[in-house]
């Protein structure tokens, strides 16, 4: 592992025909051996850069690396090096998942022949579709269709993954997977660079993180200092909710907020014992006393004010 970035962007700009600014002056550094997880909602811009830096679309000013090479400029030297499952893999319904793999690797100039059968194999493998590997892709579920899209990207042993919305479509138990494999990949050395719109699916196993809100990086760095920025929310369980945010308030607590048994604030900057103790003095029936860690959610909301879910 060296310790140039593998993805590299300086004021990296798309603005599509008919005027839509979708990335604004991205500056983006991913390291090596990172997890980078590419988050923001719905709109902001996270398909419009991975495409830019798969070389399938010109960004219209700015420039990008990835693996130290310009894109598009080198892209047909740096993407044997990548493998990138891009907005759902485009599939061949009437062909099995295994004749799928088969084709598209066929396709891949600087795939090996003779290993073909063997790499499809161990990728299907990888995914947990052996047993579905004869299967017609029609047949496949969502969620199959996006793990056949990722056995594709592991046909070939890959410097960089590049996942767009890899969990998209997954029940719980498919995200699981595919975190378990992001992991795997990783302590392999490969970088891997995903995107995500849900939040709480990333922060397990992303190792750094960047925030888009319409198209402008709102922050990026390592996902613990991120999430540290964000303070916490104290909460109280109690039946007697108007008291609990009374004292709170008296206590120096900004933002109370309080429904059925639950009163949550923004903790004040004092002794929480304290804060505790005028809660039982003020004979607040105190049932849970505890500060909630900031999640990826929280800080994102802190530095935009905006709600994740709000389109972009
Ligand atoms: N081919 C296109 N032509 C015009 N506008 C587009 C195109 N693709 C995306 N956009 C717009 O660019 C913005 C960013 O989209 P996108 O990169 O797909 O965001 P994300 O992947 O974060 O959901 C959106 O406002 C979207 O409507
Ligand atoms: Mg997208």
């Known amino acids: 592992m060296d310790d140039a970035p593998v993805i590299h962007t300086h004021a990296l700009t798309k603005r599509y025909h008919g005027g839509q600014l979708a990335v ?22 996270k398909t419009t850069t991975i ?13 990008a690396r990835v693996l130290g090479q310009p894109v598009p400029r080198a892209a047909r ?19 099995s998942g295994r004749d799928n793999l088969l084709r598209y690797d066929a396709a891949d100039p600087t795939a090996d022949p003779r290993t073909r059968r063997t790499r499809v194999a161990a990728a299907l493998e990888r995914v947990g579709l052996t047993a579905a590997a004869g299967k017609k892709a029609k047949a496949y579920s969502l969620g199959m269709k996006q793990r056949l899209g990722l056995a594709a990207a592991l046909l ?10 890899p969990t998209n479509g997954l029940d719980p138990q498919g995200m699981r997977e595919i975190r378990s494999l992001v992991r795997e990949l990783a302590s392999d050395g490969t970088t891997v660079f995903l995107s995500s719109h849900p939040l ?11 925030v888009m809100a319409q198209g402008r990086l709102v922050t990026q760095g390592p996902v613990a200092e991120l999430a540290a920025g964000a303070r916490g929310r104290l909460v ?27 009163v949550a604030a ?13 809660l039982v003095t003020a004979g607040v029936r105190v049932r849970g006393f505890t500060v ?14 905006e709600g994740f879910d709000v389109a972009g």
């Open 24 to 45: 604004d002056r991205l500056d983006l550094t991913v390291p090596a051996g990172s997890v980078f997880g590419f988050l923001g909602p719905n709109g902001s811009g």
């Open 51 to 63: 495409r830019m830096l798969m070389g399938l679309i010109e960004p219209t000013s700015g420039a």
């Open 77 to 95: 030297t740096v993407l044997p090096q990548v493998g990138a499952l891009i907005e759902g893999p485009a599939l061949y319904g009437f062909l």
């Open 156 to 165: 070939q042993p890959r410097r960089l993954l590049v996942l767009d919305e």
């Open 200 to 210: 709480d699916e990333i922060e397990q196993v992303c190792t750094h993180v960047a």
């Open 236 to 262: 109280v369980i109690t039946p007697d909710t108007a008291e609990a945010a009374r004292v709170l308030k008296e206590q120096g607590a900004a933002d109370v907020t309080s429904e059925e048994d639950r």
């Open 266 to 278: 923004e903790p004040p900057d004092r002794d929480l014992a304290e804060v505790n103790a005028a």
């Open 292 to 305: 909630e860690r900031a999640s990826l959610e929280d800080a994102f909301v802190a530095l935009t004010g």
